[in-house]
């Protein structure tokens, strides 16, 4: 009996094995895709540019923000403090990198810094116009206030950091059970003084409780608004959608009762707003959903709608949405999947109702310790000439744990 339970386990995980290579090779693959190493060192590790946004200026010059650190093999993520808030830069497209550790920047006045008061008005429209907001709650950022920096010159120099006033104070988060900020850079530009950027906000280190809202500023930054919750707090009232998880609807959560964070958004030709957001859900049977999803507002942020469900993130906190539109509209989101090791794109022709089959953009995620795909956090952009650039965090054996590049034509 003991063997033939033994050869029955063992056909259930070849069976197993079949399936998910079988899923993998079921997704077709990105053609004449470019790589593009833009920091790998030994002995560091380089990670989570979704914390640290991406920039596209004239001339395909990008810069994207990420978090360098010592490597070291542990229980989660092979890194350990302290974690440095670092900036890559490409003058020729994505094709080739230059890294530094900028001055005035995250990090370099503490977890809480001294908030300076903003006294002239932020040109938003600026050509070389680019912001970092800060919050909670990931590698390197830990201010529950949150705050920000920007720059005139494409990231070569920062202003900062600036507080946003007092958030808890509004009305609308005051009193509703969460008090620490968890926005990461999420911003839509209307016009040289007025500017929509979404938050999200959750209980002081509980985990996975986040909910997304947006605010405004008509002044250049100098007082902000409280504009639209996207996903309120779960004891918020209203009618709201279930999320389809399930197939016995009696087990589907109502879409407040969803985290809700990391928000990617865009303004289409026609005015509506687009978000994609981070998604998770967890059982009463500790059982985790991951997944992305898009929300739609057609009056500047006031009021949200769920449109689709867009994939699934796979395991282990699953992955935050990249999102930019390709140079004929179509919606493009970049993400990693970790349950197999993939960074994935998927596109739009219908402003986010429909989607079309993931396909793969890198597939040879390895590790020393095996516990853990720790990969993307992509941020996406788009070039002139129409290619798209993804960057991302990934680890294979001849470059471990570092930053990439993949450039394609959509």
């Known amino acids: 009996m003991k063997n033939n339970s033994w ?58 923000g990420f978090t360098e650190a010592k490597y070291k093999i542990t229980k989660s993520h092979n890194a350990e403090k302290p974690f440095m808030s670092w900036l890559g830069r490409s003058t020729d497209g994505g094709q080739s990198w230059t890294v530094k550790d900028p001055e005035n920047y995250v ?37 529950g206030r949150a705050h920000f920096f920007f720059s005139y010159d494409k990231g070569n120099s920062w202003q900062g950091p600036f507080g946003f006033g007092d958030l808890f104070q509004w009305k609308e988060l005051s009193n509703i059970g969460m008090d620490e900020l968890t926005p990461r850079t999420d911003y839509i530009v209307k016009s040289e003084n007025e500017c929509l950027l979404f938050f999200s906000v959750r209980k002081a280190g509980a985990f996975g409780t986040d909910r997304l809202f947006c605010i405004k500023t008509t002044d250049g930054g100098r007082t902000f608004a409280f504009q639209g919750w996207i996903v309120p707090p779960s004891s918020s009232a209203g009618n709201f959608p279930k999320v389809k998880l399930f197939k016995d609807d009696a087990r589907n959560p109502y879409a407040n009762e969803c985290r809700a964070v990391m928000s990617q958004s865009q303004r289409l030709s026609d005015g509506t707003i687009v978000t994609l957001i981070r998604r998770k859900f967890t059982t009463n049977d500790k059982q985790e959903l991951h997944w992305i999803d898009a929300y739609s507002s057609a009056d500047n942020g006031r009021s949200w709608s769920f449109t689709s469900k867009v994939a699934d993130t796979g395991a282990e906190n699953g992955n935050p949405p990249a999102f930019a539109l390709t140079r004929d509209g179509r919606l493009c989101v970049v993400y990693g999947e970790r349950d197999h090791g993939t960074i994935r794109v998927i596109y739009s022709s219908d402003k986010g109702k429909t989607w079309g089959k993931p396909q793969v953009i890198m597939d040879d995620f390895w590790s020393e310790d095996k516990q853990l795909n720790d990969l993307g956090y992509p941020r996406v952009v788009c070039r002139q000439d129409g290619k798209m650039v993804a960057l991302y965090y990934y680890s294979t054996k001849t470059h471990l744990h570092h930053l990439r590049a993949s450039i394609w034509t959509p």
Not at 7 to 31: I, N
């Open 107 to 143: 990090g370099d006045f503490g977890d809480m810094p001294d908030l300076r008061p903003l006294t002239t008005a932020v040109n938003f429209k600026h050509p070389e116009f680019a912001m970092r907001v800060v919050g909670a709650s990931y590698h390197g950022a830990e201010d």
């Open 7 to 64: 050869l029955c386990f063992l056909a259930s995980c070849f069976t197993l094995h079949l399936t998910l290579t079988d899923s993998l090779q079921a997704q077709e693959k990105v053609r004449d895709v470019q790589h593009a190493i833009v920091y790998q060192q030994p002995g560091r590790f380089a990670g989570w540019p979704a914390n640290g946004g991406a920039f596209i200026f004239d001339n395909d010059e990008i810069l994207v």
